[in-house]
């Protein structure tokens, strides 16, 4: 019984890390803009994005609703873990973490949607011969509306489950190295941030690929969760081991 409730976990997280990875290479597609083209909505975007494919968008938004199932697949793997460490389920840390968790699946889904259909519906409407200058001022608002409330949900998801990860791996619940606190939504999607505005500096075309940022963080996330639970059961067989051999010179 234990060993299929550990392959379902490992199930559980290696599906939560493919379908975020690809959640941040859906980030790169919506991105992604061509050289050239002129400010779009105050430099929200690009005109430059009628030269974009289409199915870039489409297929972006496939992976932000795949995201959705990763995380509904690790969030209580997760759970489950922090129960097995020991962590106590009246903690602020664990509490915050759970809210975090709770809302991560609809909030990688409708956000990246917003994304992708606001970014479809003007890549149509410059192809159809929008006036760019009257742009600025029809969609400003449009897209605001659509993006504001997903980027506060956004916050209230990350933020929570950073500050909570952080305390598990400074405390030594997870029984992982210090090193560990990049792999979190916030660390990694700090670190893209840098990288990006160091290539924005250098003029570099591929600034567009640390988009990927905060989809990595949770990506890794999983990953550093199934690191802490293999440790845990690593060390419970170990214990075993030596518990049968004092037993069997006995």
Known sequence: MCEMKAKAEKRAFLFGFAALFLCGIGDWLIGYD???GEPLIYGISNTAITEVPTWFYILSLGFGILSGFGCRA?????LEVLDELGVPKDS?????FHFGLASAPMMFVSFHAACCIVL?????ALRAGLDVQ???????????????PFLLWCFLCDIPVTAAYIVFVLKGRLRLPKAALVCCPLGTS???KVLGAVLLAANSKVAFLTACGESWGWAFLCLAFYAASRKKRSEAEGSEKILRRRGSSE
């Open 134 to 148: 009257a742009a600025n001022s029809v969609f400003l608002l449009p897209v605001a509306a659509s993006h504001l």
């Open 190 to 192: 700090l670190l893209a």
């Open 120 to 124: 479809l519906l003007m890549q149509a």
């Open 92 to 96: 602020k840390a664990y509490k915050a």
């Open 74 to 78: 690790f969030a209580p793997a997760m």
């Open 34 to 36: 061509p050289p050239g």
